[in-house]
Each structure stands twice: as C-alpha cells, then as structure tokens.
C-alpha cells in the first residue's frame, strides 16, 4: 500500500526551492512512479491549446496528442474530473498507448482555477486503482499544483 502522507511530504521537499517548472513535474513524475507497485506508466499531459501534449513521463513511448474529446486522459481534462477506470478495454474510446495496459487514474491539474493539464497513471492489472490511490494522487496533485502556482504553468 502507498503512503500518500509520506509521498506528499516528500514531493514538498523535493519541489519547495525548486524554481524550475519542467523539473519540477519531472522530479513529481518520478517521485510517483518509482513509489507506486503495479503500473507500467506515469506521465503529465499538458494542456496546449485544444488538446493534451504530452509532457514529463516514466515508462514507454506515449501517444504524443490527445484531443480533449479523446480518451481517458480527454475526459478528465473536459470533465475536471478524475478518471478511475477499472479496465480500460471497457472504457468507449479508449487510446490504446501501451497494450499491456489494464487499468487507468487520470487527475486533472488545476492552478488558479484553470486547467493545465492531467496526470496519467497506467496499470498492466485490471481494478489496480482503488479509491484510497484516487484520493491520495488527487492531493499530491493539488501539492503539486500549489507549488507550482507561483511558476509558469509547467513548461
């Protein structure tokens, strides 16, 4: 089970004196990925324009860009809302990145009230993501955001 109490206290200290958005999210990615068992990619959209580019990740290649009517990711950034997704072959217009992909928790990234893109967490296991990880990474997203609010939106 992930200590989201610990991560959170972590990702402060990792990103506190950093000024630097694009390491910052590069350092958040990282931080999460390594810290989470059972998933094969961790990554950040950003949001450019009228769709998602992708951003700092950890795993294999990644669609590139995702519309904001496409995909668990585009749901969640059209939404404002997470994206828990028990199996994603099951979910209507899922974009299949990574075959070996099952399962998927997208959080939107909100700074000043406005999107700036979403986190992107995939699972080769079905039902991987439970509503304690949903709570969890929806608040070291809000750290993450807060952190960032005196900064650039990331890149």
Known sequence: MTDYNLLDSQLH?????????LAAAANFVALLYNAMP??????????????????????????VHIRLDEGVCGAAASSLQTQRVADVQAFPGHIVCDPDS?????????A???????????SPTTRRFSEADQVGVEKLCESF?????????FI
């Open 38 to 63: 059972d998933i094969n990619w961790l990554g950040i959209y950003v949001l450019r324009g009228d769709e998602l580019v992708l951003g700092p990740f950890q795993g294999k290649p990644a669609c």
């Open 102 to 110: 099952r399962s998927e928790l997208v959080v939107p990234l909100i």
């Open 145 to 153: 955001c807060t952190l960032q609010e005196t900064r650039k939106y």
């Open 13 to 21: 200290a990792l990103l506190d004196e950093e000024p630097d958005a």
């Open 112 to 122: 000043h009230e406005r999107l700036i893109g979403v986190l992107d967490i995939d």
